[in-house]
């Protein structure tokens, strides 16, 4: 594949045509709306130019460009790994297929509720990582821990921010805990969230668990939306206040 661009659109001189969507019987407003707006936007249409199965592909791409933690030889989860465009990115980046000669070969286990189209170098399982044994069966299937834990997951919206931004947490919170088992000493956790206020004691943990935490847009993010994606590097372990915890809610 052709290595991409990176500025969201290409073809300079040519002028853009900005598509409109005509309103259909059956169809809500709102439909209609998503619908121009993925017509429009240039980071779909590059990514069908490019072959990848999705925008969010250009996010992880964006984050990885500036934080570097998508290495040669490094052992990654794609949590929620659907549609594919993470996975997609990852690869050959890890040199998962060993097309960089001299170069460690990575592996990144992709892990979703649903089945996936098979993406080449990545190796997909149908697991649901809130399972009792997610981590140990995760762990087996990469020999061992993991280099990065990545996740893009995002509850279905209900239309009401707060709910919404409640639900992300909680998501974010299961991923973080996921991440705490399967992560290797110095490790990188990557993961959406959505801005609104709730996640301070989130914040709070990773910076006790991990050397570096950053909050960041990447360009690639839609300027609407509400999302950004916390980069935390350098795991250093799990701050004993936090197994006291999760001890008193097993027992």
Known sequence: MKPPSNKPNSGRGQRELRVKVKTAKGRKLSS??????????????????????????????????????????????????APGGWCQVAVPRIN????????????????DLQDIDPIPGAEIHVLDFL???ADA??????????????SDMAAAASGHKGTDHL????LIEAALAFAFDVLE????FVAKVLAG??????????????????????PASRADSSEKFVVAQGFRGVPPEWRE???RLQG
């Open 32 to 81: 209609t709306l998503w619908l121009e707006r993925q017509l429009n936007d240039p980071y779909v249409a590059r990514a069908r130019r490019e072959g990848y199965r999705g925008r969010a592909a250009y996010k992880i791409m964006e984050l990885d460009d500036k934080y570097g933690f998508l290495k040669p030889g490094a052992r990654v989860v794609d949590l929620g790994c």
């Open 96 to 111: 998962a297929l060993g097309e960089k000669a001299g170069k460690p070969v990575g592996r990144i286990i992709g892990v």
């Open 131 to 133: 399972s009792d044994d």
């Open 137 to 150: 069966r995760v762990k087996a299937w990469l020999g061992g821990k993991a280099d990065v834990v990545m």
């Open 167 to 170: 639900r992300i947490i909680a």
């Open 185 to 188: 000493d110095g490790g990188t």
């Open 197 to 218: 206020g709730a996640e301070a004691e989130m914040q709070a943990l990773l910076k006790k668990s991990f050397r570096s935490v950053a909050n960041v847009k990447p």
């Open 245 to 247: 915890a999760q001890a």
